[in-house]
């Protein structure tokens, strides 16, 4: 049961992000804020119906306290950690069993919870798992709980007075950019993030934009060849296409831009034009 159809219920309740202190009330907490109802207006079994239909329940974490307020735990120090950071649409409720069900897909996560109604965050040791594995969980994931979800894999830093920083910084450029893949990371955003508004603002920039886009499945050529690292031959099986097909489109372009989709330098600026 969420929260609104708690408030249809008893409208005196009150959905609030602190927990109350007052002992005459019962907190019901659902993962991100809590449900607020004087005691006196219920009877023991309706107490006891309501805290099993809302299992949840509020946990300290020394993790948060880390990011948000700089407290420094002695079980973080000296230790290098990476924050997974989670953006889900469409929950409502279950955040328990989202959770639980996240958690275990992802190896060496060491903990999760949300920070609010769609945002959340992990944190592990280190995590080396392939992009497209983690893809498929996610996709599993959205499947049973008909959500739509995207990750953020942050870089993997030592937790000094330095970490909440770079957390914040990484949150960011989440937040900015979360709907464009299912799973991004920091090095793969960070250049085409701070990059973006000198680009919007280049008159060059847009006449090559146009020119990608007038031309048949340029973006997507684009695209593949920068995920295949401008290797021509995964590129052409990547999007089945005949060697000499893919050279042709590459060099028309070059004829219409001067920019050699070869050249790293200007594929990637291609790459961000494109993002």
Request: net charge negative.
């Amino acid at each position: 049961m969420d929260f609104k159809q708690l408030k249809a219920l008893y409208p005196i309740g009150t959905i609030q992000k602190h927990k109350s202190n007052l002992t005459s009330v019962l907190s019901l907490y659902n993962g991100y804020e809590y449900f607020v109802l004087p005691k006196d207006l219920l009877s023991n079994s309706e107490i006891q119906l309501l805290q099993s239909l809302t299992i949840r329940q509020e946990r300290s974490s020394p993790w948060y306290d880390f990011l948000y307020h700089q407290i420094l735990s002695s079980q973080f120090e000296s230790k290098y950690f990476q924050v997974i950071h989670f953006m889900v649409e469409n929950l409502h409720d279950s955040y328990d069993l989202w959770l639980e069900s996240f958690t275990s897909f992802i190896p060496n996560i060491e903990e999760a919870f949300f920070v609010d109604e769609r945002y959340g965050i992990s944190h592990c040791e280190f995590t080396d798992c392939k992009f497209e594995l983690i893809e498929g969980s996610i996709a599993t994931l959205d499947d049973d709980f008909g959500t739509k979800t995207s990750l953020f894999i942050g870089i993997n830093a030592p937790t000094d007075n330095s970490f909440p920083y770079i957390y914040n910084e990484e949150r960011a450029i989440f937040t900015s950019n979360y709907q464009s893949q299912k799973v991004q990371s920091f090095k793969s955003l960070y250049i085409r993030h701070y990059l973006k508004s000198s680009l919007v603002d280049s008159t060059y920039v847009q006449i090559i934009k146009h020119q990608i886009y007038s031309f048949e499945d340029m973006e997507t050529l684009i695209r593949t060849m920068w995920n295949e690292q401008g290797n021509i031959t995964s590129t052409r099986q990547a999007l089945f296409v005949h060697r000499n097909t893919l050279n042709y489109r590459i060099d028309k372009f070059y004829e219409l831009t001067g920019l050699r989709l070869r050249k790293l330098d200007d594929l990637l600026l291609c790459y961000l034009i494109i993002h």
